[in-house]
C-alpha cells in the first residue's frame, strides 16, 4: 500500500518517537506506538488515523528538521493518511481527481452545468428567470423527482464506497502488536504480554465520546499549536461548529422531508419552522466553521504538513463554505428572481460534495472512527494491565 | 515571535541581562521582569535550537508530602536529602542543598502559574514516579512555555547572542560584553545572572583532561554549551566547584550525532547481556545493579577501552525487553556471523562468549524487576544477577560510546547567588545559576529531574535577587525611572 521508502522513513521516525516518548501525553498516537516495536504497513495505516493533526509532537520535538534526525511526524502521518483515503475509497482510479482543489472544482462546476443543463432541457430557460413563489416553489425550477432521485443514487453511491473502505481499512489494522511487541514497554511494566482481543460495545461507545469530543485535540490539557506557536483551543471549537452544522443541516433535510411527505407541506417553510431553524443554525455553523478553519489553515506553518492533505482540506472546506452561503442566500432571496439561478448553484455544488465525498476529506471521520475503536480497545486492556501491576 | 535585529535598532541596555536560555535562564528572566526589572536575555543558540540541555529534559524532583494525581507518594525532606548526599557522596554545599530540596516545594505551583502542564496518568498509575512529576511533552514544550511567558512579561530575547564576558563599571553596574548576530556590543546593565551552562560541547575543553579520548566522546545535549562564560568567571578569579575532570555519561549508541542525540540515543540493552570491548573483552559486572541505579556509570566504563567503544550483545530472549533505540540493532543468526559484522577482535570475542556461557546459567526469562542472584561462576569479571546462556538465536548487538550529559566544573556562589571570588569576596553585580553553579550542591553523581530543580530554585532566586540589586541601586540613586517602573507586573 505505502511505497517501500515512505514506509521506511516512517518506520525510521517511528522508531525515534518510540526511543523518546516524551509525547505520550499529547494524544493517542504515542501510546499506541509504544505496544508496538516494529511498525508493519497496517500499524501506519492505524496510528496515521489517529492523528488528529494538532502538531504538538512537532512544537515539542528536539529533533525537527534541521536536526539530522529530522522528526516530522505530523507530515509523515499525513501522507499516510493521504494515502489510505486513496487506497481504501474505491475505485481507486477516483482518487486522482480528488488530489487537487482543481478536480474537485471542476467537479462542482460540473454538477452546476449538469443541473442547469437539466432545467433548461427539461424546462426552458424561461423558468430561471422570474421569480416563484408559494407552496412548491422550489419544485417548478427544480422538480422535485429530479433532485430525490439522483440524490438518493449518489448518497447510496458514497455510503457504499464508505461501508466498503471501512470493512477494508478494519482488517488491515487490526494486526496489532504481537505478544512480543506487547512486551516492550517501560521497565518496569514487565507484565504478560496483552493479547489483542475484538473490539468490543464498550470501545464503540467510548470512540464515539472521543470523536465527538474532539478528545486528541485537545493536546492532553495544552491545546493544539494551530495556527502558530502557541496552545489553543480555536481549531477544536471550528471544527465542532462544522460538525455541528453539517448535523443541524441534515436534520433540517430530514424534518423537511417528514414535513412534506407526511403531513403534506410544501416548502418553502416560514421562518419560524423547524426546517428553516435547523437549517439556518446549521448554515450558519457552517459558515463560521468552514471560514475559521480555511483562515487558520492560511495562517499556520505549512512545514508540519503535507502538501496534498492541505490542498483536500482546502477543497472540502470551501465546497462546504459556498454550499452552506448559497443555502444561506437561498433562504433570504427565496422570494425573487434570483432563486432559480442559486437554486442552481446550491443543486449543482452539492452534487459536487456528494460525489466528492467518499474521496475527500469528508470520508475522514470514517477511518478516525474506526481508529479511535481500535484504540479504545488497547486503551482499555492497558488500564486493566495497569490497576493489576499497581494492585501488586 | 519577535525575530531579533540588531540592525538600525537602539543600543541594547537593560537592568539585569541574563546570559544563557535554558531553564535556568528563563527562570532568571521571567522573575526579574516579574519583580519589575527590564530584562534582556541573550540566547547563544538559533531560535530553532533555543534552551539549552533543558531541551532533553523530561521531569522534575521536588519535595512533597502527599501522593497527587501526578506522583504516586510522599518525597519529603529527610529522603531527598538522603538520596543527594548518597549520589553526590556528601560533598554538597549543605546550606545550597538545604535550599534547593526546602525551594522545590513550591516549583510545580510556580511552573503551572507560568503556563506549564503536567502529563495527565496513563494506563493506571503506572507512568507515573513517586519522587518526579512529568511536564507534558518534555523539555522543549516547558522551554517553549517560558518563553512566550517571558516575552509576555516583557523580556527582550536575542538569539544567536553570545555572552563572553563581563566589564565591572562601580556604581554605575556593569557591561555586558556580547557578540550579537555576528556583531560586538558592550551592554551596560545593573546586573547580570550567568546561566550559560556548562562546558561538555567544548571538546578541546574536555581534552585537556582527557586527552585524545575525548575526540570519541559523543554530547548527548545542545553543541552551545562551550562554556565560554564560565572560563571568562574562573578567570576573572570566581572560586571553582565541582570536579573540573568530572561529567556525567552514559553509554549510548555509537552511530548517534556527535551532537544533541538526546534521550533517543540511549542504549538499556546493557545489563541483559554481555557487554565487551573492541579487543572482545568483557570488562564489568553487567549485573551489579539494578539498572537505574547503575547505567550512568557505563559511560565512564566505554570511556576507558580502547577506541572508547564497545559492543552490548545479547540473544533473542531479550528482545524487545527494553526500549528500543533510535538506531536499529546489529542481528546475526550465529555469534560468528553477528561478529563479522562488528569491529572488534573477532577470536576473542568468540572465546568471551563462550567462557561467559560456560559459565553462565540456563535462564530463559530474566527478571529485571530485581536483583536475581542468577551468577556466573569461573568467570572473570564475574555477571553477578541476570546472567544467562547467550545461547537463543538470532544474536543481537549494540555498538556504544560515552556520551556526555553535562560536567561538574562550576563557580561558586552565595545565597543570594552571587558568584565568589577565590578571596571570599562577591564579584560585583554577577550572579549565578543553573548548570554552571550546580557543583555547589551536586559535585558528582547524578540524581533524575534534579537538575532542573536546582536550574528552577537558583534561576529563581537569581532573578529575584538580581531584580533587587539593579532596583536597589536604582532606589538609592533617585526615583525610578518611569518606563522600567512600566515593566512592573503584579
Known amino acids: 500500500m505505502y511505497a517501500p521508502e515512505f514506509l521506511r522513513e516512517a518506520q525510521r521516525q517511528l522508531g525515534v518517537c518510540n526511543a523518546c516518548r516524551y509525547c505520550e501525553g499529547y494524544c493517542a498516537v504515542f501510546p499506541a506506538l509504544e505496544l508496538r516495536t516494529e511498525i508493519a504497513s497496517g500499524d501506519l495505516t492505524y496510528l496515521a488515523n489517529l492523528c488528529h493533526d494538532c502538531r504538538d509532537c512537532y512544537t515539542a520535538c528536539m529533533f525537527t528538521p534541521p536536526h539530522e534526525f529530522a522528526i516530522n511526524i505530523p507530515k509523515v502521518l499525513a501522507d499516510a493518511r493521504v494515502r489510505t483515503y486513496e487506497h481504501y475509497s474505491r475505485p481507486r482510479v477516483l482518487a486522482l481527481f480528488r488530489r487537487s482543489v482543481a478536480g474537485t472544482a471542476a467537479i462542482s462546476l460540473g454538477g452546476i452545468v449538469a443541473v442547469w443543463l437539466a432545467i433548461v432541457t427539461f424546462l426552458g430557460p424561461v423558468v430561471l428567470t422570474v421569480a416563484h413563489r ?84 485537545k493536546g492532553g490539557g495544552a491545546g493544539c499549536y494551530y495556527p502558530r506557536q502557541r496552545g489553543s483551543s480555536q481549531r477544536r471549537i471550528l471544527h465542532h461548529f462544522v460538525a455541528g452544522g453539517f448535523l443541524a443541516a441534515l436534520i433540517s433535510t430530514t424534518i423537511a422531508a417528514i414535513e412534506q411527505d ?66 444561506m442566500l437561498l433562504l433570504v432571496l427565496r422570494e425573487t428572481r434570483l432563486m432559480p439561478s442559486l437554486l442552481v448553484v446550491h443543486l449543482g455544488l452539492l452534487v459536487g460534495l456528494f460525489i466528492t465525498a467518499p474521496y475527500g476529506k469528508f470520508i475522514h471521520f470514517v477511518y478516525r472512527y474506526l481508529a479511535l475503536a481500535r484504540r479504545a480497545g488497547e486503551e482499555r486492556l492497558e488500564t486493566l494491565a495497569g490497576e493489576t501491576q499497581a494492585g501488586h | 515571535m519577535v525575530r531579533p535585529r540588531t540592525d538600525g535598532q537602539p543600543p541594547l541596555d537593560a537592568d539585569v541581562v ?59 525532606r529527610d529522603e531527598f536529602l538522603d538520596d543527594l548526599l548518597r549520589v553526590g557522596g556528601g560533598q554538597a554545599n549543605r546550606a545550597h542543598a538545604e535550599t534547593a530540596i526546602a525551594e522545590s516545594r513550591l516549583v510545580p505551583e510556580w511552573m503551572a502559574r507560568q503556563g506549564v502542564r503536567w502529563q495527565q496518568p496513563l ?155 573492541t579487543d572482545g573483552h568483557r570488562f564489568y559486572d553487567e549485573g551489579e545493579d539494578i539498572w537505574p541505579k547503575r547505567y550512568a556509570i557505563w559511560g565512564g566504563l566505554v570511556a576507558a577501552q580502547p577506541g572508547q567503544l564497545a559492543y552490548s550483545i545479547f540473544d533473542a530472549k531479550s528482545w524487545g525487553r527494553f526500549i528500543p533505540p533510535a538506531y536499529p540493532p546489529f542481528r546475526a543468526d550465529t555469534m560468528p556471523a553477528l561478529a563479522l559484522q562488528l569491529d572488534l577482535h573477532r577470536e576473542q570475542f568468540l572465546a568471551t562468549v563462550e567462557m561467559f556461557n560456560r559459565g553462565a546459567p540456563a535462564v530463559r526469562r530474566i527478571d529485571m524487576s530485581a536483583l536475581d542472584g542468577s551468577a556466573t561462576s569461573g568467570v572473570t569479571p564475574p555477571k553477578t544477577n541476570w546472567a544467562s546462556r547467550l545461547d537463543t538465536p538470532p544474536f543481537y548487538a549494540f555498538p556504544v560510546r560515552p556520551g556526555i550529559t553535562f560536567t561538574y566544573l562550576g563557580v561558586t556562589v552565595d545565597a543570594q547567588t552571587r558568584v565568589i571570588t577565590a578571596s571570599g569576596a562577591p564579584m560585583p553585580h554577577v550572579y549565578a545559576a543553573g548548570e554552571c553553579m550546580s557543583g555547589n550542591i551536586l559535585a558528582s553523581g547524578y540524581l533524575g529531574g534534579f537538575g532542573l530543580t536546582i536550574g528552577t530554585v537558583f534561576g529563581r532566586l537569581a532573578g529575584r535577587e538580581a531584580a533587587a540589586h539593579a532596583m536597589g541601586r536604582e532606589t538609592g540613586g533617585g526615583a525610578r525611572p518611569a518606563a522600567a517602573a512600566g515593566h512592573v507586573r503584579a
Not at chain 1, 435547523?278 to 492560511?298: Q, R, S
Not at chain 2, 535556568?24 to 527590564?38: D, F, Q, T
Open chain 2, 123 to 277: 494506563r493506571g498509575t503506572l507512568h507515573l514516579s513517586r519522587t518526579n512529576l512529568f511536564f507534558l511533552g518534555g523539555g522543549k514544550a516547558l522551554v517553549n512555555t517560558y518563553y512566550d511567558r517571558a516575552l509576555r512579561l516583557g523580556v527582550r530575547v536575542r538569539y544567536d547572542a553570545a555572552v563572553t564576558g563581563v566589564e565591572d563599571r562601580g556604581t554605575a553596574g556593569c557591561a555586558v560584553l556580547a557578540e550579537i548576530a555576528g556583531a560586538k556590543q558592550a551592554i551596560p546593565c545593573r546586573a547580570l545572572v550567568v546561566a550559560a551552562g556548562g562546558f561538555e560541547a567544548n571538546i578541546d575543553w574536555l581534552a585537556r583532561y582527557w586527552g585524545e579520548a575525548a575526540r570519541r566522546f559523543l554530547i548527548r545535549g545542545t553543541p552551545y554549551n562551550d562554556g565560554t562564560m564560565l572560563a571568562a568567571l574562573l578567570e576573572r578569579g570566581a572560586q571553582p566547584v565541582g570536579d573540573p575532570k568530572g561529567f556525567h555519561a552514559l553509554a549510548i549508541d555509537a552511530r548517534s550525532p556527535r551532537f544533541d542525540g538526546g534521550i533517543v540515543t540511549r542504549v538499556d540493552s546493557l545489563p541483559f547481556g554481555i557487554v565487551v570491548n
Open chain 2, 18 to 76: 541574563v546570559a544563557g536560555g535554558g531553564n535556568a535562564a528563563l527562570c532568571a528572566a521571567i522573575e526579574a521582569a516579574s519583580h519589575g526589572a527590564r530584562v534582556l536575555l541573550l540566547e547563544r543558540a538559533p531560535e530553532h535550537m533555543r534552551g539549552g540541555n533543558s531541551r532533553h529534559t523530561r521531569n522534575i524532583r521536588y519535595l512533597h508530602d502527599e501522593r497527587t494525581a501526578y506522583v504516586t507518594g510522599p518525597y519529603r
Open chain 1, 262 to 327: 407526511i403531513l403534506g407541506r410544501m416548502p418553502p417553510f416560514p421562518l419560524l419552522s423547524l426546517p428553516v431553524v435547523f437549517g439556518v443554525a446549521g448554515g450558519v455553523l457552517l459558515i463560521v466553521g468552514t471560514t475559521g478553519l480555511v483562515g487558520l489553515k492560511m495562517r499556520s506553518d505549512a512545514e508540519p504538513t503535507s502538501a496534498v492533505m492541505t490542498a483536500m482540506d482546502y477543497a472540502f472546506l470551501v465546497l462546504l463554505d459556498l454550499v452552506a452561503i448559497t443555502g
Open chain 1, 134 to 217: 408559494g407552496p412548491g416553489a422550489f419544485y417548478t425550477v427544480a422538480p422535485w423527482l429530479a433532485i430525490i432521485v439522483p440524490a438518493i443514487a449518489i448518497s447510496l453511491y458514497g455510503a457504499v464506497v464508505a461501508v466498503v473502505g471501512a470493512w477494508e481499512f478494519s482488517r488491515d489494522i487490526r494486526g496489532g502488536p504481537t505478544p512480543a511487541d506487547a512486551s516492550a514497554r517501560p521497565l518496569p511494566a514487565d507484565q504478560p504480554p496483552a493479547t489483542v482481543k475484538p473490539t468490543r460495545a464498550a470501545d464503540v461507545w467510548r470512540a464515539a465520546l472521543d470523536a465527538v469530543t474532539l478528545r486528541f485535540l
